[in-house]
């Protein structure tokens, strides 16, 4: 049985005259903070309602703190007996608030049926009266033009019926004009009072103001969930965003906020209503921790057409969740009817699958193809689609070789996918290496300035790399045939390099006990081709990478030797990986509630791979990000290869929770002037514990080694011990 947090007792508070201080009974209900006669318990002298109220310490020492309406009509300073009780009293609101959210949103109804929730306060938002309802929330932007000046326009969340309304004009001079109607309303429906909810206003005149609503506001469009496809963060102004508001429009729209909080509080609201939008089933489903299995697909077709039936690759009762396939040399006849090689693929793949999935995203670079099919049940939850491709062929431009990439996330969850063909022959190794580093400059996803590999949680990296055995053919043949595969993985180039770091730095891989992959005559022999004598050679592989404390498990990985339309055998791999639970982001108007401390932070070998000595003058310094920080913090110093960072700032998050900034990860960036010298990251995961922990992380710089980083962080909340330092009095100061 879910139960609200409520509490009660004996508080101070101060009355009108500021040196009276009455004993009064206090008590947390219904969504309520409500004072009562200190005699008989029972008479209410006042309340505020919780979603509408801020809470500030005022004293620490004299155990002191307000709580009010954040139009500050209405506000009540409070004295506790002591510094414990103030912090439990506090931490049952914040828990109360959260707890009556969930029901009311996600459950979508009351705990019991003499509860009836509360509407919002008066003035809530500096919204007009009339959108004063629980579950519509308005925020103001400005939509963005190249050519002209920008339009004053207004989102209008509505929880309940899971749209956003798009409104054209100012909302202040909406508002008079709002306002004046009402009031010419009120005048003819004398029985409504003018501090008003809907729900207190019987059915007919309740249509009537719904119907001067419609009246009065320019409605521009109404989006539904299933709409609402994509949207980019603009890290470099924490106030833009770009979104894409329809599957089939490739057209996305500028828009700015006020500030960063606003836009991250509206980014979450859109995946609050895609999220309600499923149903209370599938809701209740995605608050405990999601096992997803990914399918990861490469095969050199050849430029054969490949077989219709494809089913032979997909593991049998798989439950899948998210299928990527990548093809290089797929320039082959369609077969008739399909119209184009593209889309024979993707039928053949898709008839493979299932009809539970859906082709969330493509990505073509000539004969090289990346398709990403998910289940249809997790499409309401996925945002931020992205794709680019990246050419390292002849010129650096042609595309027969180089890479493509999509990305997305699951909620808060970053993944990112590459399909890659890298230049062939043995003797080209260092190439390879440049076309590696080419497609990790050249594919630019989110915040330009991170390393590709330290910006998702996810990176999965497959193809045909074409890093080949050195051993002469013969002996090559010989040593796969007798299944001696430890012996030819000796002589295994991308093995080699993974060891010496020269590239797929921090990237993983599967145990391979297969035969080689590449090259088989094109016949049902199975036997390795003789055609111009080319060591038989892992050149398929899947890799992946993710950011630390995120943890994966791959189920399997194996190539497929029934399929011979191609000198290749197509290769799959599945992996396992965890969703943290879903929760709505606990976003604040103003301050955080708690702040990211880096207590020590000192670099090594930073910038220089050679590990040399040599001291520079120029100071190097380091920039903090993160989704859910406030960009801008920076710290310096002067000395280059061992430099120890001081004067670090602190970092204040847009969310409180817990649970939510357990998921985080704060993002280093080391520079040395204008100079980008390389990235890394360090999670929060079990900074939020207690005590503070010591992280190293690696700097990286288009995927190679440049340093490490190693310090202490810790994740505050406010504590009795903590609240006696100064300085953290002087920034929760009013």
Same mark, same amino acid.
């Given at each position: 049985?879910?139960?609200?947090? *409520?509490?009660?007792?004996?508080?101070?508070?101060?009355?009108?005259?500021?040196?009276?201080?009455?004993?009064?009974?206090?008590?947390?209900?219904?969504?309520?903070? +409500?004072?009562?006669?200190?005699? *008989?318990?029972?008479?209410?002298?006042?309340?505020?309602?919780?979603?509408?109220?801020?809470?500030?310490?005022?004293?620490?020492?004299?155990?002191?703190?307000?709580?009010?309406?954040?139009?500050?009509?209405?506000?009540?300073?409070?004295?506790?007996?002591?510094?414990?009780?103030?912090?439990?009293?506090?931490?049952?609101?914040?828990?109360?608030?959260?707890?009556?959210?969930?029901?009311?949103?996600?459950?979508?109804?009351?705990?019991?049926?003499?509860?009836?929730?509360?509407?919002?306060g008066r003035n809530s938002f500096s919204i007009p009266k009339v959108f004063k309802q629980d579950h519509i929330l308005t925020f103001e932007v400005e939509k963005n033009f190249k050519a002209k000046k920008?339009?004053?326009?207004?989102?209008?969340?509505?929880?309940?019926?899971?749209?956003?309304?798009?409104?054209?004009?100012?909302?202040?001079?909406?508002?008079?004009?709002?306002?004046?109607?009402?009031?010419?309303?009120?005048?003819?429906?004398?029985?409504?009072?003018?501090?008003?909810?809907? $729900?207190?206003?019987?059915?007919?005149? +309740?249509?009537?103001?719904?119907?001067?609503?419609?009246?009065?506001?320019?409605?521009?469009?109404?989006?539904? !969930?299933?709409?609402?496809?994509?949207?980019?963060?603009?890290?470099?102004?924490?106030?833009?965003?770009?979104?894409?508001?329809?599957? @089939?429009?490739?057209?996305?729209?500028?828009?700015?906020?006020?500030?960063?909080?606003?836009?991250?509080?509206?980014?979450?609201?859109?995946?609050?209503?895609?999220?309600?939008?499923?149903?209370?089933?599938?809701?209740?489903?995605?608050?405990?921790?999601?096992?997803?299995?990914?399918?990861?697909?490469?095969?050199?077709?050849?430029?054969?057409? !490949?077989?219709?039936?494809?089913?032979?690759?997909?593991?049998?009762?798989?439950?899948?969740?998210? /299928?990527?396939?990548?093809?290089?040399? +797929?320039?082959?006849?369609?077969?008739?009817?399909?119209?184009? *090689?593209?889309?024979?693929?993707?039928? @053949?793949?898709?008839?493979?699958?299932?009809?539970?999935?859906?082709?969330?995203?493509?990505?073509?670079?000539?004969?090289?193809?990346?398709?990403?099919?998910?289940?249809?049940?997790?499409?309401?939850?996925?945002?931020?689609?992205?794709?680019? @491709?990246?050419?390292?062929?002849? &010129?650096?431009?042609?595309?027969?070789?180089?890479?493509?990439? %999509?990305?997305?996330?699951?909620?808060?969850?970053?993944?990112?996918?590459?399909?890659?063909?890298?230049?062939?022959? @043995?003797?080209?190794?260092?190439?390879?290496?440049?076309?590696?580093?080419?497609?990790?400059?050249?594919?630019?996803?989110?915040?330009?300035?991170?390393?590709?590999?330290?910006?998702?949680?996810?990176?999965?990296?497959?193809?045909?790399?074409?890093?080949?055995?050195?051993?002469?053919?013969? =002996?090559?043949?010989?040593?796969?045939?007798?299944?001696?595969?430890?012996?030819?993985?000796?002589?295994?180039?991308?093995?080699?390099?993974?060891?010496?770091?020269?590239?797929?730095?921090?990237?993983?891989?599967?145990?391979?006990?297969?035969?080689?992959?590449? $090259?088989?005559?094109?016949?049902?022999?199975?036997?390795?081709?003789?055609?111009?004598?080319?060591?038989? #050679?892992?050149?398929?592989? %899947?890799?992946?990478?993710?950011?630390?404390?995120?943890?994966?498990?791959?189920?399997?990985?194996?190539?497929?030797?029934?399929?011979?339309? #191609?000198?290749?055998?197509?290769?799959?791999?599945?992996?396992?990986?965890?969703?943290?639970?879903?929760?709505?982001?606990?976003?604040?108007?103003?301050?955080?509630?708690?702040?990211?401390?880096?207590?020590?932070?000192? &670099?090594?070998?930073?910038?220089?791979?050679?590990? #040399? =000595?040599?001291?520079?003058?120029?100071?190097?310094?380091?920039?903090?990000?993160?989704?859910?920080?406030?960009?801008?913090?920076?710290?310096?110093?002067?000395?280059?290869?061992?430099?120890?960072?001081?004067?670090?700032?602190?970092?204040?998050? /847009?969310?409180?929770?817990?649970?939510?900034?357990?998921?985080?990860?704060?993002?280093?960036?080391?520079?040395?002037?204008?100079?980008?010298?390389?990235?890394?990251?360090?999670?929060?995961?079990?900074?939020?514990?207690?005590?503070?922990?010591?992280?190293?992380?690696?700097?990286?710089?288009?995927?190679?080694?440049?340093?490490? =980083?190693?310090?202490?962080?810790?994740?505050?909340?406010? *504590?009795?011990?903590?609240?006696?330092?100064?300085? /953290?009095?002087?920034? %929760?100061?009013?």
């Open positions: 049985m879910f139960k609200l947090v *409520t509490k009660e007792g004996f508080l101070k508070k101060r009355g009108n005259n500021r040196k009276n201080w009455k004993k009064r009974w206090f008590k947390i209900h219904d969504c309520k903070f +409500s004072y009562y006669d200190n005699k *008989t318990k029972k008479k209410q002298k006042g309340f505020v309602y919780l979603e509408d109220c801020d809470i500030h310490v005022v004293s620490v020492h004299r155990n002191l703190f307000k709580i009010g309406v954040r139009d500050k009509r209405r506000k009540y300073l409070i004295h506790a007996s002591s510094t414990t009780e103030m912090y439990e009293w506090i931490e049952a609101i914040f828990l109360h608030r959260d707890q009556v959210y969930f029901a009311r949103h996600i459950l979508n109804r009351n705990f019991n049926s003499e509860i009836i929730l509360p509407e919002l920008n339009q004053p326009m207004c989102f209008v969340v509505d929880r309940k019926k899971c749209v956003i309304k798009v409104l054209e004009g100012d909302l202040k001079s909406r508002n008079k004009h709002i306002s004046k109607t009402i009031n010419q309303t009120e005048k003819k429906n004398q029985k409504v009072k003018r501090a008003y909810s809907v $729900r207190e206003i019987n059915q007919n005149k +309740s249509r009537l103001i719904e119907k001067n609503r419609e009246d009065m506001i320019k409605i521009h469009k109404v989006y539904k !969930p299933d709409s609402l496809f994509s949207y980019i963060r603009t890290i470099g102004d924490g106030t833009k965003f770009r979104i894409k508001w329809e599957v @089939t429009n490739n057209k996305f729209d500028n828009y700015c906020f006020t500030s960063g909080v606003v836009r991250e509080r509206f980014l979450s609201e859109i995946e609050d209503i895609k999220t309600f939008s499923m149903g209370k089933r599938a809701t209740l489903a995605l608050l405990k921790p999601q096992k997803l299995k990914v399918f990861a697909f490469t095969w050199n077709l050849g430029d054969a057409q !490949p077989p219709e039936n494809f089913a032979d690759v997909i593991p049998k009762d798989h439950n899948i969740d998210i /299928f990527a396939f990548t093809v290089q040399e +797929s320039d082959y006849q369609y077969r008739e009817g399909m119209g184009s *090689t593209e889309n024979d693929w993707i039928i @053949t793949t898709s008839k493979a699958i299932g009809p539970d999935y859906i082709l969330l995203c493509k990505n073509n670079l000539l004969s090289i193809r990346l398709h990403i099919f998910v289940k249809k049940t997790l499409i309401p939850t996925i945002h931020t689609v992205n794709t680019q @491709t990246e050419a390292t062929g002849l &010129g650096h431009i042609i595309g027969n070789k180089g890479g493509v990439g %999509i990305s997305f996330y699951i909620r808060d969850i970053g993944f990112c996918f590459i399909g890659c063909h890298l230049a062939a022959r @043995t003797e080209r190794l260092l190439i390879r290496a440049e076309n590696y580093r080419e497609i990790i400059s050249g594919i630019k996803f989110g915040v330009n300035h991170l390393d590709l590999t330290e910006k998702f949680h996810y990176l999965f990296w497959f193809g045909d790399l074409n890093y080949r055995v050195e051993l002469p053919y013969e =002996l090559g043949v010989k040593i796969a045939k007798k299944n001696k595969i430890y012996h030819l993985l000796r002589h295994d180039q991308l093995n080699k390099e993974l060891r010496a770091g020269r590239v797929f730095e921090g990237f993983q891989e599967g145990e391979i006990n297969w035969k080689p992959t590449y $090259r088989y005559d094109r016949d049902n022999s199975g036997e390795f081709s003789k055609t111009k004598f080319r060591t038989p #050679s892992f050149c398929d592989r %899947i890799l992946w990478k993710c950011l630390p404390e995120v943890n994966l498990k791959q189920l399997s990985y194996k190539p497929h030797f029934g399929f011979n339309t #191609s000198d290749h055998k197509p290769l799959t791999s599945v992996f396992e990986i965890e969703i943290p639970p879903w929760k709505s982001l606990n976003i604040l108007d103003s301050r955080s509630f708690c702040v990211i401390e880096f207590l020590f932070l000192k &670099g090594l070998n930073i910038g220089n791979t050679k590990l #040399s =000595l040599e001291k520079s003058a120029i100071p190097i310094y380091v920039e903090f990000y993160g989704s859910m920080l406030q960009p801008g913090s920076k710290t310096e110093t002067k000395s280059q290869i061992e430099p120890e960072f001081r004067e670090i700032p602190k970092l204040y998050p /847009f969310v409180t929770s817990k649970n939510l900034l357990k998921q985080q990860h704060v993002f280093f960036l080391v520079k040395k002037k204008n100079t980008i010298i390389g990235t890394g990251s360090v999670a929060l995961k079990h900074a939020c514990e207690e005590k503070p922990i010591d992280f190293q992380t690696v700097i990286r710089k288009k995927g190679f080694y440049m340093g490490k =980083l190693f310090g202490k962080v810790h994740v505050r909340w406010p *504590t009795l011990e903590w609240f006696t330092k100064k300085k /953290f009095l002087q920034s %929760i100061k009013n």
